[in-house]
């Protein structure tokens, strides 16, 4: 399994952009880059999901360069309940959804 | 459409004693996952059902974990006997297999709010 690397905290404002990087050296060619988040006292929450370029939904952006090191997670205008925590995740899963390997993840805090 | 769900959402027992915690996933999802969270440590995956077979079982730590999903829907996790260390916060998700293998990647699992065991 690809090991990630994540900021431990970021902080922001209500209304800003935030991104928050993960790195991933030894992704393998059929790993997929998934994102999830979770607030206190519930379980995690799927974001977004992607294995290259740029993947947009209703509520994130997902970028991953060429290379496939890295990606960017992209919250846009943040809200107080954005505050959570933030995982990157990455894995070599084929068809069926298997075992999911989590961080430590990124401590995300909003501020007006 | 109802959630995961588990029960209960907190339970506190002795050392020694025995614990069933229950998961029932989503409505037609054939795969359920267990994970579980020790304090102050990651989010570690336990096992993984397809329907009513065990998967894959290389987090279970030990055999005093008991997994067990009869007839493909809910799914129970017991601890028998419970230590100290067992203590932490058991998630249940599951998700559908892709509709087309050939460009799927991990899926989205869907997770329940986990049940918060305290062993003293």
């Known amino acids: 399994l690809a090991k990630t690397t994540q900021p431990i905290s970021m902080d922001s404002y209500e209304g800003q952009e935030v991104n928050i990087t993960c790195s991933h050296n030894?992704?393998?060619?059929?790993?997929?880059i998934t994102w999830y988040q979770q607030f206190p006292s519930q379980g995690p929450r799927f974001i977004i999901q992607?294995?290259?370029t740029k993947v947009t939904n209703e509520v994130a952006s997902l970028f991953i360069p060429a290379d496939r090191k890295s990606s960017t997670l992209s919250l846009p205008r943040v809200s107080l309940s954005d505050t959570a925590v933030y995982y990157c995740?990455?894995?070599?899963?084929?068809?069926?959804?298997?075992?999911?390997?989590f961080g430590t993840g990124t401590r995300l805090q909003v501020t007006l | 459409e109802a959630g995961v769900t588990q029960f209960p959402s907190h339970s506190v027992i002795e050392k020694g004693q025995t614990v069933t915690l229950r998961c029932d996933p989503i409505?037609?999802?054939?795969?359920l996952y267990w994970y579980r969270r020790v304090m102050g440590k990651e989010i570690k995956f336990l096992l993984h059902?397809?329907?009513?077979?065990?998967?894959?079982e290389s987090g279970m730590p030990n055999n005093r974990f008991l997994a067990e999903r009869t007839g493909g829907t809910y799914s129970t996790l017991k601890v028998q006997p419970a230590e100290l260390e067992d203590s932490g916060v058991y998630f249940c998700?599951?998700?559908?297999?892709?509709?087309?293998?050939?460009?799927?990647?991990?899926?989205?699992?869907?997770f329940g709010p986990g049940t918060r065991l305290t062993v003293t």
């Open positions: 998700a599951s998700s559908q297999d892709a509709k087309d293998r050939s460009k799927a990647g991990p899926g989205e699992q869907y």
């Open positions: 030894n992704i393998a060619t059929n790993d997929y």
């Open positions: 992607g294995y290259k």
């Open positions: 995740l990455v894995g070599p899963y084929t068809g069926t959804a298997s075992k999911l390997t």
């Open positions: 409505s037609g999802h054939d795969n």
């Open positions: 059902f397809v329907k009513e077979s065990k998967q894959d």
